[in-house]
């Protein structure tokens, strides 16, 4: 210690411990060496008018800047690391701020009717639409005006020239202490060097806490003044669970927290432990727990929580973000990707469930004035063959290449199943003919979400492999119940026992007809309906991958037997509040867990 | 509102969780550029361009606002519609 040394504040001064409050934006524990990125320069912005000649000259400047920003995003996006390529989606969305007339044509504007400088004029273009920001109640939304911040800041930086502390150079593993970190700067993060985040901006839905939550590091966000009180090397204590950040902790502190990062860690190890492990009831019957996706690159979050393959690919992505219909070969490098990634574990492609309005040309111009009974899913394709056969073609070759089943959409009748099979053989003997790789011995199964559907399912059960339940839509038809109507939504619920009857029965028939049956609504992926799902008789839950981990642990703490029983005495109930009673008294402590 | 913008109305509620947040306003922003005419987009008799991303957030659309697409040309009517369903899908989300 340097006790001699004059400049020096005396030392109980110097490391007396500080509590600061933020708050916990990813979970966890972390101690360690403080390194602080700070973006000076920026925050200063000189004003200055040019004269009527050099307006040009300015404004070439502007737009040479805005330039040099979205080609260094471009760069940053394509070096992004694998473990949060997820989500470079908002630095794209970045690159098109960089464009947006609000920011851009405003600036240019301002340059030449005021005759200030670049800088100048960018920030009270900024300076302007973040007013508008200030009134908006919803606090994720607010923070949007953070974007616009990071997105001028870059081009700020290309005018004036500032250095930036490159964060992809650190050497050593650090907590990171900056004032902001943009999405740009977070992800050129080594991951490996960063053991927590402090910012004195941002909040929970903040991008940098999505970030710190997906690679798992604590982070505490919107500190305030962490970048003034904290200085590089201190030693730093993280709890990203209360939103706590120490510095120069005692002794006793430490020891504290050592033993409380510790207990923390054996818990998530449990947990990631369990996500892998199969889902298997006390009485040894094992489920298949699978994902829920819309984009290949989806894939990678179920497989990190412990997915056992695709129980729902939603394919209407593709169709919706453009004005024309997607080709075949477009369609099967997408799908080949995700079933590549996921062999020998099953991928269930489903095909097209879009309504009519998807229209390419004038020529459909027809309004439906009742979208969910009118022309969409099976009935939209067997209306469109030109449309549907190129998706088959697509779903058959992709099958060459791991374990692919279909799921159709929709089905009402058994003529629909047999019209979408006799397409399907055509695909696979013109795949035949022009020697293309393909396989079509593959399953083919279909959704269970019309009414009709459940009643005639022995019928439909003798032309399909197996039965997705698609909970949202039958719980929608059944009921009568559009969720999407605030004055009805409260009505709608799985636990209605109609909706238990209804499921009850197509799993008598799946038993009866020797065929599995699925469930890929949303009452799948809450650890809530478990027991009543396994009492059931379901063989496979899918669910948006988050959910996985809760699903499968449930699993695992529950016995078949149990969970038949009860259902039993569930299916007698005669209303929606009956069963929810039930559900809690039997299983209510395991949810407390 | 001029008198041609009130013919091509279509509202829809928004689903996502999160609102009407960047990366979705940037799918509407990138649809209606190309619109021929301008595309409005409208909450609460408020009335913005939306083909500008900020104009979009700036209206601070959380989730279950209504909100209403106008199109100022015919010839648009199609984007409108492709803009309505993509926003009636969760924006693929």
């Not at chain 1, 709890?239 to 207990?263: F, M, N």
């Not at chain 1, 004035?369 to 969409?376: I, V």
């Not at chain 1, 009414?451 to 003798?462: E, G, N, R, T, Y």
């Not at chain 1, 799946?510 to 599995?516: L, Q, R």
């Amino acid at each position: 210690m340097d006790l001699g040394n004059n400049f020096n504040m005396p030392d109980n001064e110097t490391n007396k411990e500080i509590r600061l409050n933020g708050v916990g934006a990813s979970p966890g524990i972390c101690i360690g060496k403080a390194y602080l990125v700070d973006k000076e320069g920026v925050e200063v912005v000189e004003k200055y008018f040019i004269d009527r000649k050099n307006l040009d000259g300015e404004t070439k400047r502007f737009k040479a800047a805005v330039k040099n920003a979205v080609n260094e995003l471009r760069s940053i996006i394509e070096n992004v690391p694998d473990e949060v390529r997820r989500h470079t989606g908002i630095l794209e969305t970045h690159v098109a701020l960089l464009k947006d007339k609000m920011l851009y044509d405003k600036t240019i504007e301002t340059i030449k009717n005021e005759r200030v400088n670049a800088e100048w004029a960018l920030k009270k273009v900024v300076d302007d639409i973040k007013v508008m920001f200030q009134n908006i109640s919803d606090s994720y939304l607010k923070e949007r005006s953070d974007d616009i911040t990071h997105v001028s800041d870059r081009i700020m930086k290309f005018l004036i020239g500032s250095e930036d502390v490159n964060i992809g150079e650190i050497d050593k593993r650090v907590i990171l202490v900056a004032k902001d970190l943009s999405p740009a700067d977070a992800s050129q993060i080594q991951l490996d060097k960063i053991m927590g985040f402090i910012t004195d901006r941002g909040g929970k839905t903040s991008h940098t806490s999505i970030i710190a939550r997906t690679l798992e590091v604590p982070a505490v966000l919107g500190v305030g003044n962490a970048t003034k009180t904290i200085n590089n090397d201190d030693t730093i204590i993280i709890d990203g669970t209360t939103g706590v950040v120490i510095i120069h902790p005692s002794g006793q502190t430490l020891a504290e927290y050592k033993k409380l990062k510790t207990r923390h860690e054996e818990h998530k190890a449990y947990l990631s432990r369990g996500s892998h492990l199969k889902a298997e009831t006390l009485d040894g019957l094992s489920l298949q727990v699978m994902g829920n996706i819309e984009l290949p690159e989806e894939v990678v979050s179920v497989l990190d929580h412990g997915g056992d393959g695709i129980g729902l690919y939603r394919t209407e992505f593709q169709y919706l973000t453009r004005s024309d219909f997607p080709g075949e070969d477009e369609l099967f490098d997408k799908y080949k990707d995700v079933v590549e990634v996921m062999a020998p574990r099953p991928v269930t492609i489903r095909t097209l469930d879009i309504n009519g309005d998807k229209a390419i040309s004038s020529s459909n111009g027809s309004d439906e004035a009742n979208p969910a009974l009118g022309l969409r899913a099976i009935r939209y394709c067997l209306k469109r063959p030109d449309i549907f056969r190129t998706q088959l073609r697509a779903i058959l070759r992709a099958a060459a290449f791991g374990n692919v089943r279909i799921l159709v959409p929709m089905i009402s009748s058994l003529d629909e199943i047999r019209d979408t099979k006799k397409l399907l053989n055509e695909a696979a003997d013109s795949l035949k003919k022009e020697r293309k790789a393909y396989n079509k011995n593959i399953e083919f199964g279909i959704m269970i979400e019309v009414p009709s559907a459940v009643i005639m399912a022995d019928v439909m059960a003798q032309e399909a492999d197996f039965f997705s339940i698609g909970t949202n839509d039958l719980i929608q038809y059944t009921l009568a119940i559009d969720r999407g109507n605030r004055e009805v939504a409260h009505l709608y619920h799985p636990f209605h026992p109609a909706i238990l009857r209804m499921i009850k029965h197509v799993t008598d028939v799946g038993k009866e007809k020797g065929i599995k049956v699925f469930m890929c609504g949303e009452m799948a992926g809450d650890p809530f309906n478990v027991p009543i799902l396994l009492g059931l008789g379901i063989d496979e839950l899918s669910m948006n991958p988050q959910s996985i981990p809760a699903v499968k642990n449930m699993i695992r703490s529950l016995k078949v037997e149990d969970t038949r029983r009860f259902t039993k005495e569930a299916l007698k109930q005669t209303t929606t509040m009956d069963v929810i009673k039930l559900v809690e008294a039997s299983f209510g402590e395991m949810f407390g867990k | 509102m001029n008198k041609g913008s009130c013919s091509l109305l279509k509202s829809v509620i928004i689903k996502n969780e999160l609102g009407l947040h960047a990366r979705a306003a940037a799918k509407i922003a990138t649809l209606a550029g190309r619109a021929k005419d301008k595309i409005w987009l409208i909450k609460d008799g408020e009335k913005v361009d939306a083909s500008s991303i900020i104009d979009i957030l700036s209206l601070g659309c959380s989730r279950g606002t209504e909100i209403t697409f106008a199109a100022e040309s015919k010839t648009d009517f199609d984007l409108l519609r492709n803009i309505v369903i993509m926003a009636e899908n969760g924006f693929g989300e």
